[in-house]
RNA sequence: GAGAUUGUAGCUCAGUUGGUUAGAGCGUCAGAUUGUGGCUCUGAAGGCCGGGGGUUCGAAUCCCCUCAUUCUCCCCA
């Protein structure tokens, strides 16, 4: 028997990370709430039809399939070697398998909203916390199984949900405390930047090599570029534009001069304009920044992008979005456009232990323990218990009688702040003796009263 | 899929040119201490040295294979 072990890429998370956990979401889910989205939770399995092909030919790789019950049964074994031998040329097959694990929350939505267009009230706006699983090789602050969070409206085309987006990133972190950079660019802007550069259908190329320019630097980029393609003089012409810098201002009134009067950059010009203008005053420890370098990777946005960034700590992005064109299209339902945004769980709480976030509150567990001194002091300390805890106080009873020592390490050990003892004098007095641990101080109360009415402080 | 890294007690890690019975700190348990914790002292339990094979009189140590970990690239959150 070896010792027992987790998957790879997948983690245990106990009592204290739970909580910090529990915290974030609920904080982002207040936030979507006051927005009138409504959640949505979609199955952990999805039919294998429904996720293949939607990824990219990288993304049907790392997608988790699980094998179909009752292969082994004699009926079904020529069909199922003959399936296999078809696996194994790298085709995914029915018989074999028919059902995956969620890749992410959009696709399912997608399916959702297909699925039940008719009985839906547009605009839809759900959000959605669900955990999804990616075959990736795990690495630093990437995991095979991981929680997204994800809020999305459809069927509309108005930029007031982009609008809304935004003071939802902005209102969140807020209240998380963590200073962000709330980044913007429009994917109009991109490819008129393609369009300009000779070749429209280069605007993947050009998404691709610019996305990674944070990380390998602007001449990287530029080799990059050429290697897909690019003229010198198209390749200086994106190095203007990545250059662009200033306010928000300046730098919209540099991008108008580079782009001229080509339509599309004047269209995705004008909507980033009007969601830097209307935005207003976003909460303390947050901003607004065009930022005309940023592409993102998923090549189904076609109008405004989005990208949280973390002040103040190394860490890539802490939440991304952007707007679609109808992608229930895929699904067999046209013309649902729409907008979402997602936030990135698992680093946002790397981002709030570095900066120490998260409030004293968090881990409030038991707040009271029973000294248990004896049978018939027990029993009357499991009777008091009860009490407070139809009270809401958090309350146990130490599970046997024994030494004083070894009652309060236990309190110590799980941070239990108050102690409670009721022994022989105290039965005989009716009294309760209440212990502060972090002080030291002790007093010495009426069993009614404090029944009736202690409190932690 | 490619490259690197590390596997020794529950945890973090020592372990000499290959040499007798593999160590430390922390943690756990017991005692000093039968109604007042954190400190201190004493003691105990706890190991197929990741697994398999090889070299050798002798392997935690050297070689090969394998599994696992962590990190980087690709891609992504």
């Known amino acids: 028997m070896s010792k027992p072990s987790l998957p790879q890429g997948t983690r245990d998370f106990s009592a204290q990370v739970v909580r910090k956990r529990s915290y974030i979401f609920q904080t982002i889910r207040q936030v979507f709430e006051l927005y009138g989205f409504q959640p949505l939770e979609t199955p952990a399995m999805e039919n294998l039809d429904t996720l293949m092909g939607k990824y990219g030919e990288e993304g049907d790789k790392l997608i988790f399939k699980i094998l179909n019950n009752g292969l082994d049964r004699p009926e079904k074994h020529e069909k199922a070697r003959a399936e296999f031998e078809k696996v194994l040329a790298g085709r995914n097959v029915k018989e074999i398998?028919?059902?995956?694990?969620?890749?992410?929350?959009?696709?399912?939505?997608?399916?959702?909203?297909?699925?039940?267009?008719?009985?839906?009230?547009?605009?839809?706006?759900?959000?959605?916390?669900?955990?999804?699983?990616?075959?990736?090789?795990?690495?630093?602050?990437?995991?095979?199984?991981?929680?997204?969070?994800?809020?999305?409206?459809?069927?509309?085309?108005?930029?007031?949900?982009?609008?809304?987006?935004?003071?939802?990133?902005?209102?969140?972190?807020?209240?998380?405390?963590?200073?962000?950079?709330?980044?913007?660019?429009?994917?109009?802007?991109?490819?008129?930047?393609?369009?300009?550069?000779?070749?429209?259908?280069?605007?993947?190329?050009?998404?691709?090599?610019?996305?990674?320019?944070?990380?390998?630097?602007?001449?990287?980029?530029r080799e990059e570029l050429g290697q897909r393609g690019l003229q010198e003089g198209q390749i200086d012409q994106i190095s203007r534009y990545l250059g662009i810098e200033g306010s928000n201002q300046h730098k919209m009134d540099q991008l108008q001069a580079l782009l001229g009067n080509n339509a599309l950059g004047q269209a995705g010009l004008a909507e980033l304009a009007y969601l830097i203008g209307e935005a207003g005053t976003l909460p303390a420890g947050t901003q607004l920044v065009a930022d005309f370098t940023l592409a993102r990777g998923l090549n189904y946005y076609t109008g405004t992008i989005f990208e949280i960034k973390a002040m103040g700590v190394q860490m890539g992005s802490i939440g991304g979005g952007g707007r679609y064109d109808d992608l229930t299209g895929l699904f067999g339902?046209?013309?649902?456009?729409?907008?979402?945004?997602?936030?990135?769980?698992?680093?946002?709480?790397?981002?709030?232990?570095?900066?120490?976030?998260?409030?004293?509150?968090?881990?409030?567990?038991?707040?009271?323990?029973?000294?248990?001194?004896?049978?018939?002091?027990?029993?009357?300390?499991?009777?008091?218990?009860?009490?407070?805890?139809?009270?809401?106080?958090?309350?146990?009873?130490?599970?046997?009688?024994?030494?004083?020592?070894?009652?309060?390490?236990?309190?110590?050990?799980?941070?239990?702040?108050?102690?409670?003892?009721?022994?022989?004098?105290?039965l005989a007095t009716g009294k309760c003796v209440v212990k502060q641990l972090s002080t030291g101080t002790q007093e010495t109360l009426d069993l009614s009263a404090f029944e009736a009415g202690w409190q932690p402080a």
């Open 97 to 221: 398998t028919e059902r995956a694990l969620r890749y992410d929350l959009t696709i399912p939505f997608a399916r959702y909203v297909a699925m039940n267009h008719g009985q839906l009230t547009f605009p839809f706006k759900r959000y959605q916390m669900q955990p999804v699983w990616r075959a990736d090789r795990p690495q630093k602050g990437r995991y095979r199984e991981f929680y997204q969070c994800d809020a999305d409206v459809v069927g509309s085309n108005s930029l007031l949900n982009e609008l809304e987006l935004v003071h939802i990133y902005a209102g969140a972190f807020s209240k998380l405390k963590i200073p962000v950079e709330i980044r913007i660019n429009n994917r109009k802007i991109l490819a008129a930047l393609a369009e300009l550069c000779g070749g429209a259908d280069k605007l993947t190329d050009i998404t691709i090599a610019i996305d990674k320019l944070d990380k390998i630097g602007i001449d990287k980029v």
């Open 333 to 426: 339902v046209p013309n649902i456009p729409g907008v979402g945004i997602s936030f990135g769980v698992d680093r946002i709480y790397d981002v709030m232990e570095e900066l120490n976030l998260f409030p004293e509150e968090v881990q409030t567990g038991t707040r009271l323990l029973f000294f248990n001194l004896g049978a018939a002091e027990g029993s009357a300390s499991f009777r008091s218990m009860q009490v407070l805890r139809s009270r809401g106080i958090a309350c146990e009873l130490y599970h046997e009688p024994a030494k004083f020592d070894k009652q309060f390490k236990y309190a110590e050990k799980k941070g239990i702040p108050y102690v409670a003892m009721m022994g022989a004098q105290e």
